[in-house]
């Protein structure tokens, strides 16, 4: 047997002592610091209550939110679906020729016009309006007074007014080179179908101008139309306007411009004469002349008007403007600005003309149709300068 040592042994069985008096200690503490102190220790509770600041404690209230119940709103509508659509074409315009030249020729003369007269002229004192320049008086004027003065004030609308100035842009003109164009014609007189030729010849030295158009057969000539007259500012100024048929007399047209009239010898009663106006044959080089100088300002659906002086009588002639179009002539292929001109009386011509850019606006193609059913059609088949 192994021998036991009870002087290691003795202090295991005092150890159950301690653990008592261990745990009485730690509940001791623990009473302490829950304010057993406080009632057995009155100096400790009574230094606390001097040495800290009360604790103070917010008060606390109650407060019932009530939940925000918001009104059934309709969902947002949806953006609206905008169709695209094409821009709307400019609307056909209108040019009446002879108020658009008669401005370019009233400005290039230099006259004052007068509104601008008006405004630069120092103000006078109307009657009914005077400038009072004494002192002015410390009492008030009487209702006699004003009454009178209201009387005496003269009538706007019995003011003269200035004249309206026109608002067509003015026009520009680039006239044709000299040149000599070539048509085959094909004419149906009296229920005939005829095939003749025909020449144009335009001459001019930049001031005075000769245009003629000779239809022939077999070295015959069958009609004559010749315009003679100056270039001005306002494109082509004829003077005279001649017109022969085969063994026929020559009508004549006389431009009497300082009389403002045109004079007929076929005894015609005479006609005023209007500004820009062109005769059967000057026409066509006016025209020429107008694309020239300003291709893009007549566009399809335009309209342009202006007086027209034939052999026995004067009308205006209105022109519609078709798009630009491919045509095909027996001298070649080209772009052209068709303008058809539409009867408007009894004995009125219908004429429809082909300006090409390939022939600095001169005509490719022309055709003439009569009341009494005579048609003249002209196709260019070349040219040559002159």
Do not use: C
């Not at 040592?5 to 301690?18: F, G, K, M, N």
């Amino acid at each position: 047997m192994m021998a036991t040592d009870y002087a290691t042994s003795a202090p295991l069985r005092r150890r159950p002592w301690h653990l008592v008096a261990l745990g009485v200690l730690v509940l001791v503490l623990h009473w302490s610091l829950l304010g057993g102190f406080a009632s057995t220790m009155p100096w400790l509770a009574e230094s606390s209550a001097v040495d800290a600041p009360p604790m103070l404690l917010p008060s606390l209230s109650t407060r019932v939110i009530a939940s925000q119940v918001e009104p059934d709103t309709p969902p947002p509508a949806a953006a609206p679906v905008v169709a695209r659509t094409r821009p709307a074409a400019a609307a056909p315009r209108h040019t009446d020729i002879g108020v658009a030249v008669n401005s370019d020729t009233a400005s290039g003369a230099g006259a004052t016009p007068a509104s601008d007269s008006a405004a630069t002229a120092p103000p006078e004192d109307s009657p009914g309006e005077q400038v009072d320049t004494a002192a002015p008086s410390s009492e008030p004027a009487s209702l006699d007074k004003a009454t009178d003065s209201a009387a005496e004030a003269p009538d706007p609308a019995a003011l003269p007014t200035a004249p309206a100035k026109s608002t067509e842009r003015p026009l520009r003109f680039a006239f044709p080179p000299p040149m000599q164009l070539h048509y085959d014609v094909s004419g149906l007189t009296d229920g005939q179908q005829n095939v003749v030729s025909a020449t144009i010849a335009w001459r001019h030295d930049g001031a005075a101008y000769q245009a003629s158009l000779n239809v022939t057969k077999f070295m015959l000539s069958l009609r004559q139309w010749n315009s003679k007259g100056a270039l001005t500012v306002a494109g082509l100024a004829p003077a005279r306007f001649g017109e022969k048929g085969f063994r026929r007399a020559e009508v004549a047209s006389h431009f009497v411009r300082e009389e403002g009239r045109v004079i007929f010898s076929a005894n015609s009663a005479p006609a005023p004469l209007l500004p820009g106006a062109q005769d059967h044959m000057s026409v066509f080089m006016q025209l020429a002349s107008m694309w020239a100088g300003e291709p893009n300002r007549f566009g399809a659906g335009d309209s342009l008007s202006f007086q027209t002086i034939g052999p026995r009588q004067a009308e205006t002639w209105t022109f519609v403007v078709s798009a630009e179009d491919r045509i095909s002539v027996p001298g070649g292929n080209m772009q052209a600005i068709k303008l058809t001109r539409e009867p408007t009386g009894e004995y009125s011509t219908k004429a429809e003309i082909w300006l090409a850019p390939q022939l600095a606006y001169m005509p490719a193609h022309i055709r003439l149709s009569e009341p009494n059913g005579n048609v003249l059609d002209m196709v260019w088949t070349g040219s040559q300068p002159l």
